[in-house]
């Protein structure tokens, strides 16, 4: 599971309470800035959560983030 998230707008809220529970639950998870996600976080990472700051529009094709995860994804080439 890959969630992405910036300072706006509720999933902020959500996703930090997410991971409180994660850690309350003692459930492993990676957390990082969007600058800071190597191809391994992708690959290897059960639950990603990566901070955006990107507006809400951009997450997605912005930096075009959406190719490198799929890249790093187990589906093959076509």
């Known amino acids: 599971m890959i969630n992405v998230y910036i300072d706006s707008g509720e999933m902020k809220d959500e996703t930090e309470e997410l991971m409180g529970d994660l ?3 003692k459930i492993p998870y ?3 800035g969007k600058s800071l996600v190597v191809a391994d976080d992708l690959r290897n990472a059960r639950l990603l959560f990566i ?5 809400h529009d951009m997450v997605v094709s912005g ?3 959406f190719r ?3 890249k ?4 093959q080439d076509r």
């Open 23 to 25: 850690d309350g639950w």
């Open 30 to 32: 990676v957390s990082k």
């Open 51 to 55: 901070h955006s700051d990107l507006e």
């Open 63 to 65: 930096r075009m983030h």
């Open 68 to 70: 490198e995860y799929l």
């Open 72 to 75: 790093a994804s187990s589906l």
